[in-house]
């Protein structure tokens, strides 16, 4: 095991004491950091004692150790998952040369422009999710919530370590913005629309969660792939948290599904309203929060067509997914791919550069394993007996940015009116009426053991505990 020194003010397992400039530089901003955690993190949940786990190695099979801890003093640190010897970049212009340990001139603006990207999701998603503690569905749900909070956290330290450690005076003002922006701000936002949406309440939580942190999962394994050694290795480590986020959401939303499952059985109906009464979310509702949250996730992607993407891949920065697993020459010149465009009244296949399209592979990966989401939970209802099924929309529905935003596209894939999509809308996408059911059912239930009524328990708890730990402590 690499082992994580957790004497130093930072804990690190990058050396950080052999670089004192580096280390002050960093322990100026904690301070900062700290604050922001004050000011933006879990909302009024200083005090709490949170049964979390901390990283303590960096080898997956002994990297965590669980124990209560007050979120404020969660050790924040950085993480890099073990060097690799002899890396070479694998992908783009550069195959075959020794991957970079330090920025190479001529690509620094584009490496800062994504490490600056990435690192704003991490503190916008906590910023997202500040108020949910206050409706904790259980002490088991508030757990996690915090969990992943702490964890977006360590992610930010992971890109503001790159930004000091190799991108100077700039990389410093970088990190200092990245605490500045706010989720949703009209003057400072986020960087990415996504991340600038309200996470309201618990239903919108876990779609936020199974989609827009699968997203994640997708930017960060193409980074992985990346021919800045640096990157890809911090990047690995934070992967290994990832996959906590996604499980929080699938389970969440298969929890939500058997809990109104089994109220339309025993009730014997699949009105909404009297489902709504009985204090469960209908189907319909759930399906519309999909439709939204996977439609958003889906622009993260950036524009179909893009020189941007070509840019980073051809000058080895960002990767596609699982790259030595594509069978061609890993350079793409020449290669093609289809991307969709609109013609008439039609949505019509066109083939085009594959390098320019890398936005569009990479969306087209993250839609294959949402359909195997989404037939997870199809198993789960139709294990209860229920015949409704959920379906992810076509993907031009609801886009917002590339070739697509110019065209309205019902969530079965027709090219729709402007008046058919004001028709069809209130099918579709959650609308104010279903944002206030949802937020009428949304209500603290701490006592341990205890569920609200619209989900139904976990099968197991977290690190062995059963599901009535007390997961939470209040002090
Ligand atoms: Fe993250
Ligand atoms: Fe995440």
Redesign the pocket.
């Known amino acids: 095991m690499t082992s994580i020194d957790y004497a130093a003010r930072i804990p690190n397992n990058v050396d950080l004491a052999a670089d004192r400039t580096l280390q002050r530089a960093l322990e100026q901003w904690q301070p900062n950091f700290a604050g922001w955690w004050r000011e933006m993190g879990p909302e009024s949940s200083q005090g709490y004692d949170v049964y979390l786990r901390t990283a303590t190695g960096i080898d997956t099979e002994d990297w965590t150790r669980f124990g209560y801890v007050k979120m404020p003093d969660y050790r924040w640190g950085i993480f890099l998952a073990p060097a690799v010897k002899e890396r070479k970049i694998h992908f783009g212009d550069h195959l075959g040369e020794p991957a970079w340990q330090e920025v190479p001139g001529e690509h620094r603006a584009n490496l800062r422009r994504i490490i600056v990207t990435q690192g704003d999701?991490?503190p916008a998603s906590v910023e997202q999710q500040r108020h949910l503690g206050r409706t904790a569905p259980s002490l088991y749900d508030l757990r996690n919530l915090f969990q992943i909070n702490v964890?977006?956290g360590r992610?930010l330290w992971a890109m503001v370590y790159l930004l000091h450690r190799y991108f100077g005076r700039d990389g410093r003002e970088e990190a200092e913005a990245l605490l500045e922006r706010r989720s949703g701000d009209r003057d400072n936002p986020r960087i990415l629309g996504a991340f600038n949406e309200p996470t309201p309440d618990w239903l919108a939580f876990f779609m936020f969660t199974h989609f827009t942190d699968r997203d994640?999962k997708f930017q960060l394994k193409a980074l992985a792939e990346s021919g800045f050694d640096p990157l890809s290795r911090t990047t690995r480590f934070?992967l290994t948290e990832?996959a906590h986020h996604m499980f929080v959401g699938e389970a969440g939303i298969s929890r939500v599904l058997q809990r109104t499952c089994e109220a339309m059985n025993e009730l014997r109906t699949d009105d909404p309203s009297r489902l709504r009464e009985a204090g469960v979310i209908d189907l319909p509702t759930v399906q519309r929060y999909l439709n939204f949250h996977y439609s958003v996730t889906l622009d993260l992607f950036g524009a179909d067509q893009s020189s941007n993407a070509a840019t980073f891949y051809g000058s080895g920065l960002k990767g596609r997914f699982d790259e030595p697993k594509h069978a061609d020459d890993h350079r793409l010149h020449g290669e093609t791919c289809e991307v969709l465009e609109v013609e008439g009244s039609r949505l019509v296949a066109r083939r085009v550069p594959m390098l320019n399209a890398l936005n569009e592979v990479l969306r087209d990966e993250f839609i294959d394993d949402s359909v195997g989401g989404v037939e997870r939970w199809n198993k789960r209802i139709a294990k209860t007996g229920v015949d409704l099924r959920l379906q992810l929309p076509h993907k031009a529905f609801n886009r917002r940015i590339g070739t697509l935003a110019g065209v309205k596209v019902s969530p079965s894939g027709e090219v729709v009116t402007q008046a058919q999509w004001n028709d069809g809308a209130p099918q579709w996408l959650p609308g104010e009426d279903d944002r206030a059911f949802v937020a009428s059912l949304m209500a603290r239930s701490i006592e341990p053991g205890r569920f609200a009524s619209w989900i139904a328990p976990p099968a197991t708890g977290i690190d062995g505990k059963p599901v009535d730990f007390d997961y939470v402590r209040f002090g």
Request: glycine fraction near 12%; charge should be negative; charged fraction near 50%.
């Open positions: 999701t991490e964890e977006e992610h994640g934070m990832e």
